[in-house]
Structures are given as C-alpha cells and as structure tokens.
T-cell receptor, first 115, second 111 residues
Framework: DTGVSQDPRHKITKRGQNVTFRCDPISEHNRLYWYRQTLGQGPEFLTYFQNEAQLEKSRLLSDRFSAERPKGSFSTLEIQRTEQGDSAMYLC?????????????FGPGTRLTVL | AQRVTQPEKLLSVFKGAPVELKCNYSYSGSPELFWYVQYSRQRLQLLLRHISRESIKGFTADLNKGETSFHLKKPFAQEEDSAMYYCAPQNSGGSNYKLTFGKGTLLTVNP
C-alpha cells in the first residue's frame, strides 16, 4: 500500500498519560498536515509541515501538543498530559505540488480515547 | 474567520432521484473549492475540485461566487453514493494549503 499510513490505528489511554502518533506520508510528498476530527464535526486543521519545517500551528494546538517531521519524511504528533477533551480521530494528510493548491491524501486516522 | 456551512446534517433520497448537497462558505481571499467523501470504513478522499471542472461519479459542483456557494449535485443517485460528504475550501495563497471542512452531510440512498 503506497498511501498515507498512520500508527497506531487506535489508542486508549488514561488521563494524564502521554501519547505519540506516527504518520508516514506518500514518499514524494513534501507537505504534511495534521487534522483532528471530533464526533459530528468535520476535520479541523492542527498543523502543517513543508519538508521538515513546521510552518503553521492552529490555536487549537495547545502547549501540550507537539509535532515533528525530523527528516522531512514521517511525522509524529505527541500529546502530553492527555485530557478527556483530547479524545478524537487524528488524521494525517500529505500532498505534493511545486506550488498552488492540490489534492490532499488522507491516512486512515488514529482514534484516541482518553479515559 | 473562515466558515463553511453544510446545512443538511442528514439527507436521504431514493435510488434514481436527484440529489443536491449544499455548501456555503465565508472565506477570505479566493479559495479553491473541494468536495471530499468518506465511504463507510474507508478513508477520506477527494471527490472533485472546482478548478478541474470534472464530473466524478456523475457528481458536479457549481461555484457561485456571488452567493459564495459550492453545491454538489447528481441527477440520479445510486446506492453506492451513500457516504459522508464534506465541502472544503482550501487556501490558495501563501504556503499553507490547509483545508477548512464543513461539518459534513451524511447521504443515504435508499433502494
């Protein structure tokens, strides 16, 4: 499968624990996005990388959230001291174009449940 | 602030009937407009984009800049069209081409 992959697919954790999610984009894609989707809502933008540079973070991304894309390939999203409100589907998407808007390819998501 | 409104949370039609999924947006600049679809147990995927002006799976979408609407239409719905549909404008300037999604419309096509 050459699509975007995410790991794990499901994560159940207790409040206060740290969790880390991984996203592997399509190999030639230089842009990587993280979105969060809660029940009954569409995905909401969290953060964006172009190659290894994190260029924008949403105000939704509190200090407990951190994302990296160290070599411009895979990315990790870490949530520290999880809260019940962090329960959601975390989606990763990637795209490639030298410039301009383009299709984003989504991964299957990581469903986080915070007890 | 960017806002996308999909007024129908649920839409149910019979097979062969026309279907229209509404989308209105409030967005700064001149966004590119997309419709994404999520079939049951599948990942979110692109259905169509305004710029390509294609018809995908019989769906078309008309951009009305005056009304800031981008409604999705299909003249004869099929059961396999049952899915969640999201309207999503995308930044077209700068370097962040993030998508802003509506809340989605769950379309059910009954036999």
């Amino acid at each position: 499968d050459t699509g975007v992959s995410q790991d794990p697919r499901h994560k159940i954790t207790k409040r206060g624990q740290n969790v880390t999610f991984r996203c592997d984009p399509i190999s030639e894609h230089n842009r990587l996005y993280w979105y969060r989707q809660t029940l009954g809502q569409g995905p909401e933008f969290l953060t964006y990388f172009q190659n290894e540079a994190q260029l924008e973070k949403s105000r939704l991304l509190s200090d407990r959230f951190s994302a990296e894309r160290p070599k411009g390939s895979f990315s990790t999203l870490e949530i520290q001291r999880t809260e019940q409100g962090d329960s959601a589907m975390y989606l990763c998407a990637s795209s490639f174009l030298p410039g301009g808007a383009s299709e984003q390819f989504f991964g299957p998501g990581t469903r986080l449940t915070v007890l | 602030a960017q806002r996308v409104t999909q007024p129908e949370k649920l839409l149910s039609v019979f097979k062969g009937a026309p279907v229209e999924l509404k989308c209105n947006y409030s967005y700064s600049g001149s966004p590119e407009l997309f419709w994404y679809v999520q079939y049951s147990r599948q990942r979110l995927q692109l259905l169509l984009r305004h710029i390509s002006r294609e018809s995908i799976k019989g769906f078309t979408a008309d951009l009305n800049k005056g009304e800031t609407s981008f409604h999705l239409k299909k003249p004869f719905a099929q059961e396999e069209d049952s899915a969640m549909y999201y309207c999503a404008p995308q930044n077209s300037g700068g370097s962040n081409y993030k998508l802003t999604f509506g809340k989605g419309t769950l379309l059910t096509v009954n036999p």
